[in-house]
């Protein structure tokens, strides 16, 4: 599974920013899919994931009520629509896909490229 994220930019705190992630292979489906995110000086931690049949999804608390995570699997795509963004949110995301539902990066095993996301005060 390749994975190729989008959408990132400059926006005002209080803004909203939608991120994209196109992927190719014909098991996206199958797939839990995530976004995560890093600031620089930080490690990188889980925003939020989607179970392959939209059932099931989780947030980080720092998230929570503010993005939206969904997928389309007949378009082989997953997005991430953030609002009430916040300056602590900068950071890049990164979406990914993994065999089972998870939090935790280690259990993902394909990885986007990231995409820059910088909200201003």
């Known amino acids: 599974v390749q994975l190729q994220a989008s959408g990132g930019g400059l926006v005002q705190a209080g803004g909203s920013l939608r991120l994209s992630c196109a992927t190719s292979?014909?098991?996206?489906?199958?797939?839990?899919m995530g976004w995560f995110r890093q600031a620089p000086g930080k490690e990188r931690e889980f925003v939020a994931a989607?179970?392959?049949?939209?059932?099931?999804?989780y947030y980080a608390d720092s998230v929570k009520g503010r993005f939206t995570i969904s997928r389309d699997n007949a378009k082989k795509t997953v997005s991430l629509q953030m609002n009430s963004l916040k300056p602590e949110d900068t950071a890049v995301y990164y979406c990914?896909?993994?065999?089972?539902?998870?939090?935790?990066?280690?259990?993902?095993?394909?990885w986007g490229q990231g995409t820059q996301v910088t909200v201003s005060s």
């Open positions: 292979g014909r098991t996206f489906s199958s797939y839990v």
């Open positions: 989607i179970s392959w049949n939209m059932i099931n999804t």
């Open positions: 990914a896909a993994a065999s089972r539902f998870a939090v935790v990066t280690a259990l993902y095993n394909y």
